[in-house]
């Protein structure tokens, strides 16, 4: 089989399955109402509709709220797409659909091309339904509080570039993490712990501890984030004095170098192994 009709293959699996837009609807309602609300939060407290909490940290400027809030779609989101790359490998090893998938196409490598290809296209695919579900609300509350949207800006669009290709490195980090590690519910809990509890720890720690600060940001949430250009984690960490972060464009080598060893190590030690 070609490597045109490997690709389209792994896209039929994934269309013609539920999965796929049923974790698209639950990305549509986090990041969407994540955004809506801390858009309606931080509008309030910036236009003085809204008192900020004694003590605390102030007022967030207006101009920075803009990229912050669009920027959610990937610092919350990027689950999503990390996910179903997950679940586009080892829903094979766990509905045992490998074998004949290998039968339909022999070379092992172009069938790993193939779900990578497919990957690129379920990122984009997320990508564009996580940054509408950001952007709309979003745009729309802090209109509201008649702060400056910042959509005709060119660094804007630029930031909302960089979100998409965020998606589909993340994508295919998951099908890395799935060649990898073949047990779906290994692979699914080991995402959730790492993205959700793990890394959200160290990069707290980071914010206060100058030595772990240099170290989480080659982390690959971290990374992500530099390559976005604007994330709550590091807005707030800016704001604390701890902004530690790499350039855009490291950031995203940086998460392209987790995606290329993972897919490398899952080819070598896992895609290659003998199937039942």
Same mark, same amino acid.
């Given at each position: 089989?070609?490597?045109?009709?490997?690709?389209?293959?792994?896209?039929?699996?994934?269309?013609?399955?539920?999965?796929?837009?049923?974790?698209?609807?639950?990305?549509?309602?986090?990041?969407?109402?994540?955004?809506?609300?801390?858009?309606?939060?931080?509008?309030?407290?910036?236009?003085?509709?809204?008192?900020?909490?004694?003590?605390?940290?102030?007022?967030? =400027?207006?101009?920075?709220? =803009? =990229?912050?809030?669009?920027?959610?779609?990937?610092?919350?989101?990027?689950?999503?797409?990390?996910?179903?790359?997950?679940?586009?490998?080892?829903?094979?090893?766990?509905?045992?659909?490998?074998?004949?998938?290998?039968?339909?196409?022999?070379?092992?490598?172009?069938?790993?091309?193939?779900?990578?290809?497919?990957?690129?296209?379920?990122?984009?695919?997320?990508?564009?339904?996580?940054?509408?579900?950001?952007?709309?609300?979003?745009?729309?509350?802090?209109?509201?509080?008649?702060?400056?949207?910042?959509?005709?800006?060119?660094?804007?669009?630029?930031?909302?570039?960089?979100?998409?290709?965020?998606?589909?490195?993340?994508? $295919?980090?998951?099908?890395?993490?799935?060649?990898?590690?073949?047990?779906?519910?290994?692979?699914?809990?080991?995402?959730?712990?790492?993205?959700?509890?793990?890394? =959200?720890?160290?990069?707290?720690?980071?914010?206060?501890?100058?030595?772990?600060?240099?170290?989480?940001?080659?982390?690959?949430?971290?990374?992500?984030?530099?390559?976005?250009?604007?994330?709550?984690?590091?807005?707030?960490?800016?704001?604390?004095?701890?902004?530690?972060?790499?350039?855009?464009?490291?950031?995203?080598?940086?998460?392209?170098?987790?995606?290329?060893? $993972?897919?490398?190590?899952?080819?070598?030690?896992?895609?290659?192994?003998?199937?039942?």
């Amino acid at each position: 089989m070609s490597l045109m009709n490997a690709t389209r293959s792994e896209l039929t699996k994934q269309f013609t399955t539920s999965m796929w837009w049923i974790l698209a609807l639950v990305l549509v309602a986090y990041v969407g109402s994540t955004a809506a609300g801390l858009a309606g939060t931080f509008g309030a407290v910036a236009t003085g509709a809204l008192p900020s909490s004694g003590g605390g940290m102030p007022a967030l =400027p207006e101009a920075i709220l =803009p =990229p912050l809030i669009y920027s959610l779609a990937t610092a919350v989101g990027y689950v999503f797409p990390l996910l179903i790359g997950v679940l586009l490998v080892t829903g094979e090893f766990r509905h045992k659909t490998l074998t004949p998938t290998f039968l339909a196409t022999p070379r092992r490598g172009v069938a790993l091309t193939g779900k990578v290809l497919a990957g690129i296209v379920m990122g984009l695919v997320y990508a564009v339904v996580a940054v509408a579900s950001t952007v709309a609300p979003g745009a729309g509350i802090l209109a509201a509080f008649g702060i400056d949207t910042q959509l005709g800006e060119t660094d804007i669009w630029a930031m909302l570039g960089r979100m998409v290709i965020a998606f589909v490195l993340w994508a $295919l980090v998951g099908i890395g993490v799935g060649a990898l590690v073949r047990n779906q519910v290994g692979a699914v809990v080991g995402v959730i712990a790492f993205t959700q509890f793990l890394e =959200p720890i160290l990069r707290t720690v980071g914010g206060f501890v100058e030595q772990v600060a240099d170290a989480v940001q080659w982390l690959p949430g971290a990374a992500s984030d530099s390559l976005v250009g604007a994330s709550i984690y590091t807005t707030l960490g800016t704001a604390e004095g701890s902004g530690a972060s790499l350039d855009w464009w490291a950031g995203g080598l940086v998460l392209l170098g987790y995606a290329v060893v $993972l897919l490398v190590l899952g080819h070598l030690f896992s895609w290659r192994r003998d199937v039942a």
